[in-house]
Nanobody
Framework: QVQLVESGGGLVQAGGSLRLSCATS????????MGWFRQAPGKEREFVAA????????YYADSVKGRFTISRDNAKKMVYLQMNSLKPEDTAVYYC????????????????WGQGTQVTVSS
């Protein structure tokens, strides 16, 4: 069992930065690949970024590539999403998720989800 709690969301102006954190619990954190997804109002939840269990590989949606960076600290059981050059279209609820599966771009491959944190980017 893995529990996930996101934090770090808020209101920021376009061009600004935010760092999201995902605190996890459970002894098997190191076994899980981790991802960030987001859901904007009226839209489906979409993949943002993912990192494999050993942090050897990272994956990004085209819309955030070059602006967002995912990282993890297995000793602290934490996952981070550094978001730079934010745009109004990045406004969404951001979710942290954990997956045993290696198909970590796919939402339905994730086993555990956090409650989400709101990110609002003003123009």
């Amino acid at each position: 069992q893995v529990q996930l709690v996101e934090s770090g969301g808020g209101l920021v102006q376009a061009g600004g930065s935010l760092r999201l954190s995902c605190a996890t619990s459970g002894r098997t954190f190191r076994s899980y690949n981790m991802g960030w997804f987001r859901q904007a109002p009226g839209k489906e939840r979409e993949f943002v970024a993912a990192i494999n269990w050993s942090a050897d590989n990272t994956y990004y949606a085209d819309s955030v590539k070059g602006r967002f960076t995912i990282s993890r600290d297995n000793a602290k059981k934490m996952v981070y999403l550094q978001m730079n050059s934010l745009k109004p279209e990045d406004t969404a609820v951001y979710y942290c998720a954990a997956a045993i599966s290696r198909a970590i771009r796919l939402e339905n491959e994730y086993d555990y989800w956090g409650q989400g944190t709101q990110v609002t980017v003003s123009s």
